[in-house]
Nanobody, 126 residues
């Protein structure tokens, strides 16, 4: 059983940067595709970014050029570097992972997620 512990959220001002971390335990981390989702108040959970086993990365349009997902397999950790933060980035951010070989096929990054972190709150003020 894989457990994900996400952290790094907090208060930021518009234009600031934050880095989220997600530490995995159990399983073989390098076998998992990892992703970040977020859920703003009163809204559904939204895909933010994903990184596959070979390092390929994918982003939702609203964060392209501002957010960077990366992974350190030795540390069993995935990161989300967030820059040029906007108030609309305010949300609870969730780390997620899957060992599904076809994860992300046809651009569907929701399907196949097997594990979730408990979330970390990011609040961006204007």
């Amino acid at each position: 059983q894989v457990q994900l512990a996400d952290s790094g959220g907090g208060l930021a001002q518009a234009g600031d940067s934050l880095r989220l971390s997600c530490a995995a335990s159990g399983g073989t981390f390098s076998d998992y595709a990892m992703a970040w989702f977020r859920q703003a108040p009163g809204k559904g959970r939204e895909f933010v970014a994903a990184i596959k086993w070979g390092g390929s990365t994918y982003y939702t349009d609203s964060v392209k050029g501002r957010f960077t997902i990366s992974r350190d397999n030795a540390k069993k950790t995935v990161y989300l570097q967030m820059s040029s933060l906007k108030p609309e980035d305010t949300a609870v951010y969730y780390c997620a992972g899957t060992s599904l070989p076809t994860y992300g096929a046809e651009g569907d990054y929701y399907y196949g997620i097997q594990y979730w972190g408990s979330g970390t709150l990011v609040t961006v003020s204007s």
